[in-house]
């Protein structure tokens, strides 16, 4: 297993008035170059959670493994981590702040103390990835556009060479095309390098079409671990916590209740096109 999340606990302000569970007795475990959605309504835990697996957060109680080694003994190296699990926080491009993009992206790998000509090649590889060409590198960031900014500053941790990448609403702020430019380079990032992929986000569509796997979050607790088809097949469940599935499940679930026998385990709408022209051809 690549993470491990053995009994996590995390508490806000504990032994105060104001003291919160935010995680409560957390436990998955994740395998290398999985693609997995993480959902949850706001102030579900989903953001502590991510925040936990390259130790910007540490827990309360419990212990978290990376790559079989416990990141909380004594002689375990943070800095290590860090480079290894990658964490894009939402609107990451507030985090940019050099003048051009291509000094943006290559300070992480310079952080990192490697050589020079590695640092160059790492940034190249990284702007290539995220689909920035050779005109935009010496462009001041704050210059490009909202999608151009977001897909920098995932390119500058791609940079770090993670081998996870934790992307924390990586399409908030961003129209239509922009959202699936950022989600098809993620993708296409998952299945050249075979990265593990953690995506959170509030799009179940989104979530449907790329992930294998869903965790989903309910006040600090991890109440479903499922497949993706499974987790939506369970959709009164998650209409109880203030979530939904795509809305091609809803489709299909009421033509099937209407005398249409289609598979309701549908959730993407390739998917329910081929499902219904069945209907014409039987």
Do not use: C, W
Not at 20 to 28: E, G, M, T, Y
Not at 211 to 221: I, Q, S
Not at 229 to 244: D, I, P, S
């Amino acid at each position: 297993m690549q993470i491990i999340f053995d009994h996590i606990n995390y508490v806000y302000s504990g032994g105060t008035a104001y003291e919160r569970h935010a995680l409560k007795d957390v436990s998955f475990s994740i395998q290398k170059g999985e693609f997995i959605g993480l959902i949850g309504h706001t102030g579900s835990g989903k953001s502590t959670l991510v925040q936990h697996m390259n130790g910007l957060v540490k827990a309360t109680s419990g212990h978290i493994y990376y790559n079989g080694e416990d990141i909380y003994a004594p002689d375990y190296k943070l800095r290590n981590l860090r480079s290894k699990v990658g964490l894009v926080f939402q609107y990451p491009e507030h985090q940019l702040f050099e003048t051009t993009v291509f000094k943006d992206v290559i300070f992480g790998p310079n952080n990192l103390g490697i050589d020079k000509l590695e640092a160059e090649l790492r940034a190249y590889e990284a702007l290539k990835a995220v689909g920035i060409g050779d005109d935009l590198l010496d462009a001041s960031p704050f210059e490009l556009s909202g999608g151009q900014k977001r897909r920098v500053a995932i390119a500058g941790v791609l940079a770090m060479k993670p081998e996870v990448l934790i992307l924390d609403e990586p399409t908030a702020g961003l129209d239509p095309r922009g959202r699936d430019d950022i989600l098809e380079q993620i993708e296409k990032l998952h299945e050249d390098s075979k990265i593990t992929i953690i995506l959170v986000t509030h799009s179940m569509e989104d979530i449907a079409n790329y992930a294998d796997r869903l965790l989903v979050m309910n006040h600090g607790e991890l109440v479903m671990d499922q497949s993706t088809k499974e987790v939506f097949a369970r959709y009164k469940e998650l209409e109880e916590m203030q979530l939904a599935a795509p809305q091609v499940t809803y489709v299909m679930n009421a033509l099937n209740d209407n005398g249409f026998h289609v598979r309701t385990d549908v959730t993407t709408v390739s998917e329910a096109k081929e499902e219904i022209l069945k209907l014409f051809h039987r």
